[in-house]
Every structure is written in structure tokens, then in C-alpha cells.
């Protein structure tokens, strides 16, 4: 399986972006999948994930209350619509795919497929 992130940018405080995660393979549906971002210096840190099927999520603290996220298994395409977009939210942002049937998880280690990243800037 192949992910391809998409749709980072630079923007303002208080901006919105979705990024996208097109992954290769007719077997993509069957994953969890999840976004996490790495800011210079610091670890990579989760920011939401959601199940296969679409129906379950979880969300980091940072990102509650003003990230979505979602998917179109009939695109293979996983979205995270991020609002009110802050400085700190300035990271690197990877998708990433866990295609085991366990309980859904934030935990980096459980992913077995990685996206590039897509750069994300927000300017105060």
C-alpha cells in the first residue's frame, strides 16, 4: 500500500486546510488510518484516526473541538479538515495506515504504512 499526502500550505492563524491521503491498492479500505504531524525538533505526535469503516474516531487533545477527520473508501481518500489553525500547529503531517484488526489506537508504533508528509505553516 501506497499513501500520498496532500494539500499543506501556508496560512494565517485562525485559517482552515483539508488535507488529503490517497492510498494505492484495493486493499486500503480495510485499514485504520490516521494523521500525524512532527514539528522541528520535537517527536511525531498523533492527531486523529479513524476506522476502517468510517465509523469510529479519536482524536489527540490538540486537535479536538477544530480538526475532522474522515474518509471515502469508494476513493481510497482520507481527509483531515483542519480549522482555526494555530502557530503550533506548524508541523510536517504524515498519513498512516494499520492494517490490523485490533482496537483503534493513536499509538505511532502500531503503523505499518507511512505517507511523505505534506508541510503545514501557520503564520501568527
Known amino acids: 500500500v501506497q499513501l500520498q499526502a496532500s494539500g499543506g500550505g501556508l496560512v494565517q492563524a485562525g485559517d482552515s486546510l483539508r488535507l488529503s491521503c490517497a492510498a494505492s491498492?484495493?486493499?486500503?479500505?480495510?485499514?485504520?488510518m490516521a494523521w500525524f504531524r512532527q514539528a522541528p525538533g520535537k517527536e511525531r505526535e498523533s492527531v486523529a484516526v479513524i476506522t476502517r469503516s468510517g465509523g469510529g474516531w479519536l482524536y489527540a487533545d490538540s486537535a479536538k473541538g477544530r480538526f475532522t477527520i474522515s474518509r471515502d473508501n469508494a476513493k481510497n481518500t482520507v481527509y483531515l479538515q483542519m480549522n482555526k489553525l494555530k502557530p503550533e500547529d506548524t508541523a510536517v503531517y504524515y498519513c498512516a495506515g494499520k492494517s490490523d484488526s485490533g482496537w483503534i489506537s493513536l499509538d505511532r508504533t502500531q503503523y505499518e504504512y507511512w505517507g511523505q508528509g505534506t508541510q503545514v505553516t501557520v503564520s501568527s
Open positions: 491498492g484495493r486493499t486500503a479500505v480495510r485499514f485504520d
